[in-house]
T-cell receptor, first 112, second 113 residues
Framework: DSGVTQTPKHLITATGQRVTLRCSPR?????VYWYQQSLDQGLQFLIQ???????AKGNILERFSAQQFPDLHSELNLSSLELGDSALYFC???????????FGQGTRLTVV | GESVGLHLPTLSVQEGDNSIINCAYS??????FIWYKQESGKGPQFIID?????DKRQGQRVTVLLNKTVKHLSLQIAATQPGDSAVYFC????????????FGKGTLLTVNP
């Protein structure tokens, strides 16, 4: 158990809908990262937050957004969902902005 | 663009043998590299890391080698066990002072008892 908690574990939703994925980082970790894992793209970095502020951005679509709250938990919002958004979404956390990150178990999103 | 790739998508070894998983990276500015292990249904699990000012680092049963000249990483697992069966990813930090990891496609390691 990495100490990073993601909810829900599984999510099935229809195209066009909006979902929110939640991540609780390890105790004491200030940095949160979101990754998308799909069969054709592998693990792709989406976005990083450090102590509530956006720190780095990767290949995140405009339909996706994220935030980190004062209690350091983070949410990833996915809107206008498409079939191709079906993937595993991982959250990771680390103490600093450039230190070892620990991954959660992921949320499996299926868009039908 | 930045990319991290693996030479072998699958590797099958006998229990007790040593395993070597290779990885090529393309961003010469990357200064931090990590190997992750991912078991089915789980998130990536940190195995070992290495910074660009080193060429070798050893952990428990694992060794990472970094060759910056040819932009190549390898992960050596000694006395491979069935529990080592998983997908192994190499990743490079392409974000400088931020932890922006670029992952390779992964290698599936299967250990036969």
């Amino acid at each position: 158990d990495s100490g990073v908690t993601q909810t829900p574990k599984h999510l099935i939703t229809a195209t066009g809908q909006r979902v929110t994925l939640r991540c609780s980082p390890r105790s004491g970790d200030l940095s949160v990262y979101w990754y998308q894992q799909s069969l054709d793209q592998g693990l792709q970095f989406l976005i990083q937050y450090y102590n509530g502020e956006e720190r780095a951005k990767g290949n995140i679509l405009e339909r996706f957004s994220a935030q980190q709250f004062p209690d350091l938990h983070s949410e990833l919002n996915l809107s206008s969902l498409e079939l191709g958004d079906s993937a595993l979404y991982f959250c990771a956390s680390s103490v600093g902005a450039n230190t070892e990150a620990f991954f959660g178990q992921g949320t499996r999103l299926t868009v039908v | 663009g930045e990319s991290v790739g693996l030479h072998l998508p699958t590797l099958s070894v006998q229990e007790g043998d040593n395993s070597i998983i290779n990885c090529a990276y393309s961003n010469s500015a990357s200064d931090y590299f990590i190997w992750y292990k991912q078991e089915s249904g789980k998130g990536p699990q940190f195995i070992i890391d290495i910074r660009s000012n080193m060429d070798k680092r050893q952990g428990q049963r694992v060794t990472v080698l970094l060759n910056k000249t040819v932009k190549h990483l390898s992960l050596q697992i000694a006395a491979t066990q069935p529990g080592d069966s998983a997908v192994y990813f190499c990743a490079e930090n392409s974000g400088g002072s931020n932890y922006k990891l670029t992952f390779g496609k992964g290698t599936l390691l299967t250990v036969n008892p």
